[in-house]
């Protein structure tokens, strides 16, 4: 199994309508992050959050909100979805201490008609 | 907004040729990373450097952290068809934050 596994891999939505995408980790991180990625602007940060009660928006958290259910799952809503929404997502961890490197989900593709 | 120039934004080369990219921003970064991205994949992290002037290989990959702090380069020598993909910097800003910034990503085609 995945350490980092991002539910659906693949949604197609109406514009208008209420979509959450799910990310669970086995990797006992506790730091977790939300990014989007659009062609040429490389990966973006949404939101982020570094324990259960912890969230923090990132560069472009307009139009989304994030949920810390547990240590292991982070989850993000677009309330309700545009089409500039249109993008990759992926969910990332990292751990408290130690090395820098995030570990990523395979992500969700989203796109809103 | 995006605080990181990657450089070139994509390539197209020989089996065989070696492969340069680079950041540079006009911020001073405590950590570069670089980060590889196979279709249908998320990012994985091929090499961290965490000193400037840190020169770090691994495998057919080198990668520097600039003296200024505000740049990084990485090469890939002999490339062959598995290298294909997008490849990311990524730096962050405060030590300790754990937030990283990314660049927009080069995108490399190898030609058989």
């Known amino acids: 199994d995945a350490d980092v596994t991002q539910t659906p891999r693949n949604r197609i939505t109406k514009t208008g309508k209420r979509i959450m995408l799910e990310c669970s980790q086995t990797k006992g991180h506790d730091r977790m992050y939300w990014y989007r990625q659009d062609p040429g602007l490389g990966l973006r940060l949404i939101y982020y959050?570094?324990?259960?009660?912890?969230?923090n928006k990132g560069e472009i958290s307009d139009g989304y909100s994030v949920s810390r259910q547990a240590q292991a799952k982070f989850s993000l809503s677009l309330e309700s979805a545009i089409p500039n929404q249109t993008a990759l997502y992926f969910c990332?961890?990292?751990?408290?201490?130690?090395?820098?490197?995030?570990?990523f989900g395979s992500g969700t593709r989203l796109t809103v008609v | 907004g995006q605080q990181l120039n990657q450089s070139p934004q994509s390539m197209f080369i020989q089996e065989g040729e070696d492969v340069s990219m680079n950041c540079t921003s006009s911020s001073i970064f405590n950590t570069w990373l670089w980060y590889k991205q196979d279709p249908g994949e998320g990012p994985v992290l091929l090499i961290a450097l965490y000193k400037a002037g840190e020169l770090t290989s691994n495998g057919r990959l080198t990668a520097q952290f600039g003296i200024t702090r505000k740049d990084s380069f990485l090469n890939i020598s002999a490339s062959i068809p598995s290298d294909v993909g997008i490849y990311f910097c990524a730096g962050e800003l405060i030590q300790g934050a754990q937030k990283l910034v990314f660049g927009q990503g080069t995108r490399l085609t190898i030609n058989p």
């Open positions: 959050s570094f324990d259960v009660k912890d969230i």
């Open positions: 990332a961890t990292s751990a408290l201490t130690g090395d820098y490197g995030y570990t």
